[in-house]
C-alpha cells in the first residue's frame, strides 16, 4: 500500500513558478507509475502530467505542454511537478496519485489505485 501527502500549493501571480512535492509512503513506492491530476472548482478531475516507474516516459495534457515538467526520485519516494508560466486557468486543488501498473502512463483516473489529498493552487491574474 501506498500513502501520498502533496504539498507547496500557495497562491501565485500570473507567469510565477511553482514546484510541487508528493512525498510517498511504502516499500514499493519504486514499482508505481505516478501521476499529478487537478480539480477546479464545479469541474472533472483532469490529468495533468504522469510518470512511469522508470521515469522514461512522461505525459501530459495538452495545455501544460513546455509549461510543466513531471519528475521523480526513487531513492527519496518523492514526485515533483515543476509548473512554470503559470496562468488563471492553473487554479485548481492538485492531487497525486499513484498506478501499481507502473510500465505505462494513463490519463484515466480510474485506473489508479491511490490519491493524496491534495494542495490547492491559486494563480492570480
Known amino acids: 500500500q501506498v500513502q501520498l501527502a502533496e504539498s507547496g500549493g500557495e497562491l501565485v501571480q500570473a507567469g510565477g513558478s511553482l514546484r510541487l512535492s508528493c512525498a510517498a509512503s511504502?516499500?514499493?513506492?519504486?514499482?508505481?507509475?505516478m501521476a499529478w491530476f487537478r480539480q477546479a472548482p464545479e469541474k472533472e478531475r483532469e490529468f495533468v502530467a504522469g510518470i512511469s516507474r522508470s521515469g522514461l516516459i512522461k505525459e501530459y495534457t495538452d495545455s501544460v505542454k513546455g509549461r510543466f515538467t513531471i519528475s521523480r526520485d526513487n531513492a527519496k519516494k518523492m514526485v515533483y511537478l515543476q509548473m512554470n508560466s503559470l496562468k488563471p486557468e492553473d487554479t485548481a486543488v492538485y492531487y497525486c496519485?499513484?498506478?501499481?501498473?507502473?510500465?505505462?502512463?494513463?490519463?484515466?483516473?480510474?485506473?489508479?489505485?491511490?490519491w493524496g489529498q491534495g494542495t490547492q493552487v491559486t494563480v492570480s491574474s
Open positions: 511504502g516499500r514499493t513506492f519504486s514499482t508505481y507509475s
Open positions: 496519485a499513484a498506478d501499481r501498473r507502473g510500465s505505462i502512463v494513463t490519463t484515466d483516473r480510474n485506473e489508479y489505485d491511490y
